[in-house]
């Protein structure tokens, strides 16, 4: 089993910045991928960012420039550094791990909200 936990969330006015941290616990060494999916009232759960344990990352085109997701494998911890926040990005922000048997795994979600 792996848990994790996310903070970091809060308000931020347009422009600003915010850092989302995920703590994961349990047995973390068969973690493969981690990353950031959101999901605004409404709308769908949809990617934000993932990164392998080599380091690899992939971004959605819409945070292309403005975010960076990182990770430090020997906290068991990724990081999604979020700049030039916008109204859009509102939104409950989940950290996700997926194992190299393909399971997922699920964080309680943060919420992120960026006023105009």
């Known amino acids: 089993q792996v848990q994790l936990v996310e903070s970091g969330g809060g308000w931020v006015q347009a422009g600003g910045s915010l850092r989302l941290s995920c703590a994961a616990s349990g047995i973390t060494c068969s973690i493969n991928v981690m990353g950031w999916y959101r999901q605004a009232p409404g709308n769908q759960r949809e990617l934000v960012a993932t990164?392998?344990?080599?380091?690899?990352?992939n971004y959605a085109d819409s945070v292309k420039g403005r975010f960076t997701i990182s990770r430090d494998n020997a906290k068991n911890t990724v990081y999604l550094q979020m700049n030039s926040l916008k109204p859009e990005d509102t939104a409950v922000y989940y950290c996700?791990?997926?194992?190299?048997?393909?399971?997922?795994?699920w964080g309680q979600g943060t919420q992120v909200t960026v006023s105009s």
């Open positions: 996700a791990a997926r194992k190299y048997d393909n399971r997922d795994y």
């Open positions: 990164i392998t344990r080599g380091g690899s990352a």
